[in-house]
């Protein structure tokens, strides 16, 4: 009797381990075949060529997508520009204010906006920006990411300030050194990788982000470099090249998936890198 | 230019070492009075933009939904016809869409996101595997929502298609089963990670002690560690679901776009997310589009709240 | 005491509700080592942190009575102007990390935004690195990032940072229950005998002894 309970629990063990390894398994086909499609059909139609023209109409042979590649930089420059000062800004004011009553809603407010779904962004900015200006713009794309990175850059902002050492503070204010010089100068400079990360961080989230783009940004087949007017991004053209019915346009859409792919992995590894690599040892 | 005799600098002794010109200006330097005053002030404003920016998109969901609140009420809710012609809108099909694509995606997401949580946290926290692994969950939380979207009309399409003409209901591929699909895919990565932080985190004089009683891992996976780790993992699931209610872009290539109450579980549905990115610059009247925004208001706040408990269940598990 | 460099009338420090100091009241000779001694807990460290308004800035913060620095009353002074002319070396050894060793001497004038030529740089560092025993050990070193000090080079670092400034008092906090006021023209003959910092006898710091606080 004894005998056979322990020969079923161990049994029952090893079906356990099996049964996490074969789903752990299991979970990531799907990222393998993801993977190997994309390369597979994007290596096909990636070429200089392809990096460096403009979309053609249906029918016509060849094409790329430098619209949209243009686009996706500008895009994110824009949305930089706004929420990288702005988030480093705001993430210094909570971890230096922490426990002050501005500092709670603002933190609480940092968990919502990174909770916000980014159709609803889209909505925002087009009622902030698309509606007051009449026009679907670059512009206005530029403020919907900004909005999506605003978050990820006040919160690993304030989570790496959280881990500077007071004495470090103490050392320059007892320099004599001003409040503001100490934070500029000593506390910021010291916060660099953990800042660097989230601002790299930020890029990525927003890189393949289309909701947000659908009524802001809206979409170009043209190269435009003006922010006030409507511009292509490489997810608006994934999502209308892959919803086409054109086999053609899937192909585009494959090459185009590579490249946002490589982009936003790229850009996951530099944040590796930086991290591991910058860090300031205290 | 400089001296290193004994000096008397009004009234103050000194060994000075340094230079006059120094001295003058150690002593007398500005105090930055007004950068100090400057910088406060652009750092205070900064925190007040990130608490305004959702106070102003709560406020400005809530006006551009006046219209629709107004004229429609708590029918908006129940409401089953979404028909913009004769100008009646009512979300109920999308709400239903909504919750059933969600809830199926996170019934299919929780066996896998616990067994990679279990892998990483417990079984094999070391060695190439793990690495393997780990990497893999955190590339797939890295690929845009579009590619998966593109993936899925690709690939998975015809594979439920198959499946549908092999059951025998009428093969549309795309619909709520295969939104829940993808978007279980999309959605394990995160309540993976935040799963298996908290499983490693089991103390291991717990493990040892129910491991020197006798216990196979399996006991103390069931016994020791699944309870400790409770609300940390009911956090990640949560965290989960808000992604899933929350997710446009994918959903909206697969879930065939109709606004009718999904029948059953293969029917083509549309979700809240999905039907404004589908109809919102399409909008004319300005009741369609203020319907369209109460959606997105209806969306902010529910994964808002959904958010504010996920982090709580997180709070609750780090002070434990 | 005819002149003394420091002079702390009716000197009460507190946190909250909590009192610290109270009533504390001396007088430190210039161009003298003078060391405050007692158990840990009685206020050493604050009265030091009070001295060169640091206290002040930790929340709930309160001081009363008078300090005077050469007749001048600390507490009308503007905080940060005081600061540069009273060094302070804390407890813990605290370099900045970002910045090299030579960096790190002249922290107080970079980052007071004072300019330096490249003379005046030179003389600084050599000066004060000497003055605080580490010249010989880091001369080589200069534009390097000081992590691979040990403990004890890096406190020396700290206190090199502080006698850049020309201080007209230096304050050193020490671990093992001992405070030290040193005034920069002894702490020349002091300085490489670290045993005056760390493990003082009884008899000598008996010497230097002027108070106690509890």
């Keep these: 009797m004894r005998e056979r309970s322990i020969h079923l629990r161990n049994l029952q063990n090893q079906a356990f381990v099996v049964c996490v390894v074969l789903l752990s398994v299991l979970s990531i086909i799907p990222l393998a075949f993801i993977l190997y499609q994309i390369l597979h059909n994007g290596i096909a139609s990636l070429n200089w060529e392809f990096l460096v023209s403009l979309p053609r109409p249906v029918g016509e042979e060849g094409g790329g997508i430098a619209n949209a590649i243009v686009g996706t930089g500008l895009l994110i420059f824009l949305a930089s520009l706004l929420a990288i000062p702005m988030g480093i800004a705001a993430g210094v004011y909570f971890s230096e204010n922490s426990g002050s009553r501005l500092s709670y809603w603002g933190e609480l407010s940092v968990e919502i906006l990174q909770a916000v779904p980014s159709i609803v962004i889209g909505i925002i900015a087009y009622e902030w920006v698309v509606k007051p200006l009449h026009s679907f713009s670059a512009f206005s794309g530029g403020v919907a990411l900004a909005i999506m990175m605003l978050p990820v850059i006040a919160r690993t902002t304030q989570e790496t300030l959280k881990l500077i050492p007071y004495s470090l503070k103490e050392a320059a204010l007892a320099l004599g050194v001003p409040y503001w010089r100490t934070l500029l100068k000593v506390v910021l400079p010291s916060a660099l990788s953990g800042i660097l990360t989230g601002i790299l961080l930020g890029i990525a989230r927003i890189a393949g982000e289309t909701a947000p783009l659908l009524f802001t940004a809206f979409g170009n087949p043209f190269m435009n470099w003006n922010v006030a007017r409507p511009i292509e991004s490489l997810p608006l053209l994934i999502f209308n090249y892959a919803t086409s019915p054109y086999p053609q346009w899937h192909t585009i859409a494959w090459g185009a998936s590579l490249v946002l792919v490589i982009l936003v992995l790229g850009l996951n590894l530099i944040t590796r890198i930086v991290t591991a690599r910058w860090k300031i040892q205290f | ?320 | 005491m005819e002149n003394p460099v420091l002079r702390v009338e009716d000197f009460s420090a507190s946190f909250g509700q909590h009192r610290i100091l109270s009533e504390v009241n001396l007088e430190i000779e210039r161009e003298r080592v003078t060391a405050i001694m007692g158990p840990s807990g009685c206020g050493k460290t604050t009265l030091i942190r009070c001295i060169n308004r640091m206290h002040e800035l930790t929340a709930g913060a309160s001081v009363g009575g008078r300090v005077y620095l050469n007749g001048e009353d600390i507490y009308r002074m503007n905080s940060m102007l005081l600061r540069r002319r009273i060094g302070m070396v804390f407890q813990r050894p605290n370099p900045f990390p970002t910045m090299c060793i030579q960096d790190n001497v002249l922290a107080g004038y970079q980052l007071n935004g004072i300019r330096l030529n490249r003379d005046e740089k030179r003389s600084i560092v050599e000066k004060s690195l000497r003055r605080a025993a580490l010249w010989d050990e880091v001369k080589d070193d200069l534009p390097r990032r000081g992590v691979f000090l040990s403990g004890g080079q890096q406190q020396r670092l700290c206190i090199a940072r502080a006698l850049a400034m020309n201080p007209e008092i230096a304050q050193a906090a020490r671990v093992s229950d001992f405070t030290a006021f040193l005034y920069l023209g002894e702490l020349v003959e002091f300085g490489p005998s670290k045993k005056m910092f760390t493990t003082p006898k009884d008899q000598r710091t008996e010497e230097y002894l002027t108070g106690r606080f509890g």
């Excluded at chain 2, 930055?32 to 998109?57: D, K, N, P």
């Excluded at chain 2, 579980?265 to 009741?287: C, K, Q, R």
């Design chain 2, 1 to 320: 230019m400089g001296t290193s005799a004994e000096q008397y600098e009004g009234g103050r002794f000194r060994i000075a070492d340094l230079p006059f010109r120094l001295l003058g200006k150690l002593g007398a330097g500005d105090d930055g009075a007004m950068q100090e005053r400057l910088f406060r002030l652009t750092l205070l404003l900064a925190a007040i933009v990130v608490v305004g920016v959702v106070a102003a998109t709560l406020v400005t969901l809530l006006i551009g939904s006046s219209a629709s609140l107004k004229a429609f009420g708590f029918s908006f809710l129940t409401g089953t016809t979404w028909d913009p012609v004769s100008g009646v809108f009512g979300s109920l099909p999308f709400l239903v869409g909504t919750l059933v694509s969600s809830l199926l995606a996170l019934l299919i997401c929780i066996p896998f996101s616990l067994a990679i949580s279990l892998f990483l946290g417990e079984l094999f926290r070391q060695g190439p595997a793990s690495t393997i692994l780990k990497s893999a969950v955190e590339l797939l939380a890295g690929i845009p929502s579009v590619i998966y979207g593109f993936w899925a009309l690709l690939a998975l399409v015809p594979i439920v298609r198959q499946l549908q003409i092999w059951l025998g209901v009428p093969p549309y591929g795309v619909g709520l089963f295969t939104a829940s699909l993808i978007l279980a895919v999309m959605i394990v990565p995160y309540s993976a990670s935040i799963g298996r932080e908290v499983i490693a985190l089991t103390p291991a004089e717990l493990k040892e002690a129910a491991y020197s009683l006798g216990a196979t891992r399996f006991d103390v996976v069931r016994r020791v560690v699944l309870p400790y780790a409770r609300s940390g993992i009911t956090a990640g699931i949560l965290l989960a679901w808000g992604r899933a209610l929350g997710e446009t872009m994918a959903v909206t290539m697969v879930i065939g776009n109709a606004n009718v109450l999904p029948s059953g579980l293969f029917s083509p549905s549309n979700t809240m997310a999905s039907v404004i990115a589908n109809e919102f610059t399409e909008a004319t009247g300005s009741l369609y589009l203020s319907s369209l925004i109460e959606i997105g208001l209806l969306l902010f706040l529910v994964t808002a709240v959904v958010n504010v408990i996920g982090k709580f269940f997180i709070r609750r598990w780090q002070t434990t």
